[in-house]
C-alpha cells in the first residue's frame, strides 16, 4: 500500500508527450464538502525539440453518475513567453490553479491543455478519490510545497496564505523550501 501511494503523487518528470505538469491537493473546504486544488505548469521544452507552448487549461470535474461538479478554464496570471523570445531554462514557468469545493467520493477529472493559439494539444484523464475531511477530527491535508530562490521571497510566501504551490519537485541546493499543511 506505501508503494502504490507513492507511485500515485511521484510521476516522471519527462513524461512523454506531455506539455504540462499538475499537482492535485486537497484541504476541508465549507459545509461538509472539500476543497480541491488544481495546479498546473508548463513542462520545459527540451534542446532542439519544438513544440507549441501551453497556455491554458480547460477542467472538467464530473462524479462517476455524469454530474458536473466543476468546470472552467485556468491560465496563469502571466501570460507565457512570446513566440521567438528566449526561454530562461533555470527559471520555472509560473503556474496557474483554481479551488473548488466538491462533495467526497469517487470523481473523474479531464484536463484538455490549449495552447497559445487555442487549439487543443494535449488531453488527461484522471480519477481521484476525495476523502470526506469534514468527518474525521485528525487528519492531514494534502502537503504543498512551496519553492523560493532568495530569503525574501521566502518571507513573501510564508506571510501569504494564498500562495501558489509548487508543482514540480526538482530543486536546487540554493532554494529555500517551505511546506504547509492543514
Do not use: C, H
Not at 504540462?20 to 527540451?46: A, C
Not at 494564498?162 to 529555500?176: C, G, Q, Y
Amino acid at each position: 500500500p506505501v508503494q502504490n501511494a507513492l507511485a500515485s503523487i511521484v510521476q516522471p518528470s519527462a513524461v512523454a508527450g506531455r506539455v504540462v505538469r499538475s499537482w492535485i491537493g486537497m484541504s476541508r473546504g465549507d459545509n461538509g464538502k472539500t476543497r480541491v486544488t488544481f495546479v498546473w505548469e508548463p513542462m520545459p521544452v527540451s534542446p532542439g525539440l519544438r513544440r507549441e507552448q501551453a497556455g491554458r487549461v480547460s477542467l472538467l470535474v464530473a462524479s462517476p453518475q455524469g454530474a458536473v461538479l466543476y468546470r472552467g478554464k485556468v491560465a496563469p496570471s502571466a501570460p507565457p513567453a512570446a513566440a521567438g523570445a528566449p526561454a530562461s531554462s533555470s527559471a520555472p514557468a509560473a503556474p496557474a490553479s483554481v479551488s473548488f469545493d466538491v462533495p467526497p467520493g469517487k470523481l473523474e477529472m479531464r484536463m484538455s491543455v490549449e495552447g497559445a493559439t487555442g487549439g487543443v494539444i494535449d488531453n488527461e484523464q484522471r480519477d481521484i478519490t476525495v476523502p470526506d475531511l469534514a468527518a474525521a477530527s485528525s487528519l492531514i491535508s494534502t502537503p504543498r510545497v512551496f519553492r523560493a530562490r532568495t530569503p525574501r521571497e521566502a518571507q513573501a510566501l510564508a506571510k501569504d496564505p494564498a500562495a501558489v504551490p509548487a508543482v514540480a519537485r526538482d530543486f536546487s541546493r540554493t532554494e529555500r523550501v517551505i511546506i504547509r499543511f492543514d
